[in-house]
């Protein structure tokens, strides 16, 4: 190889590190202004500003809002299948319902250290990719379910997994909007919900 080969791979791979540090940084200054104002308020101009960056330098890396959901929706995706992964495991041998608690305190905190997760989950699907990872998310806990109750069949598990994935984000909804002293008590009836829910379905 060249000198003039490596002094060209040395000026990429620093240049490399920088992207995906500006990557890094708008998608959390995105998340941070979903959480804060909503998908439909929220503008490129004020999650480069956010960011530190100039809007050319937010739109050299996402065309647009919609590419910054997509992003989101992604880690947050690949970050909650780690989690029910880990989750399935701890869980082994426990009740339905001690089972479906576990799950909603995992969610609970998952929300917590992720405040935009409810706006981006209401924004609109704009791409194919973006159904693919709404549908990859249900598949998960379809399997998840399946896991345990081997003779359920894959269509009734993902139909099992939409219903609890759509009472998991009505319980996201009110629990942005409540007020803290009141979220414990949201998270107990939810509780009371999902659990009777998956009990009638699973036992």
């Not at 809002?65 to 970050?79: C, D, F, G, I, P």
């Not at 939409?162 to 909007?177: D, P």
């Amino acid at each position: 190889m060249s000198m003039g080969s490596c002094f060209s791979m040395n000026r990429r791979i620093p240049q490399q590190q920088r992207g995906e540090r500006r990557v890094a940084e708008l998608l959390e200054a995105a998340a941070i202004e979903f959480a804060e104002v909503g998908y439909d308020s929220a503008t490129m101009k004020a999650i480069a500003k956010r960011a530190g960056a100039s809007i050319g330098a937010a739109y050299q890396y996402f065309p647009d809002k919609v590419a910054m959901v997509s992003a989101l929706r992604t880690q947050y995706v690949n970050e909650m299948e780690e989690q029910w992964i880990r989750l399935d495991e701890a869980t082994a041998g426990l009740s339905v319902k001690e089972r479906t608690q576990t799950f909603v305190d995992v969610m609970i905190r998952f929300i917590e250290q992720h405040p935009a997760f409810t706006a981006i989950l209401d924004a609109p699907a704009e791409s194919k990719r973006d159904k693919k990872i709404r549908d990859g998310l249900r598949d998960r806990l379809a399997n998840v379910f399946r896991i345990r109750r081997p003779t359920v069949s894959q269509e009734q598990a993902y139909r099992v997994a939409c219903v609890a994935v759509q009472i998991i984000k009505s319980m996201n909804a009110l629990y942005a909007e409540a007020r803290p002293q009141e979220r414990p008590a949201i998270v107990k009836e939810y509780k009371i919900v999902l659990t009777a829910y998956l009990e009638k379905r699973f036992t």
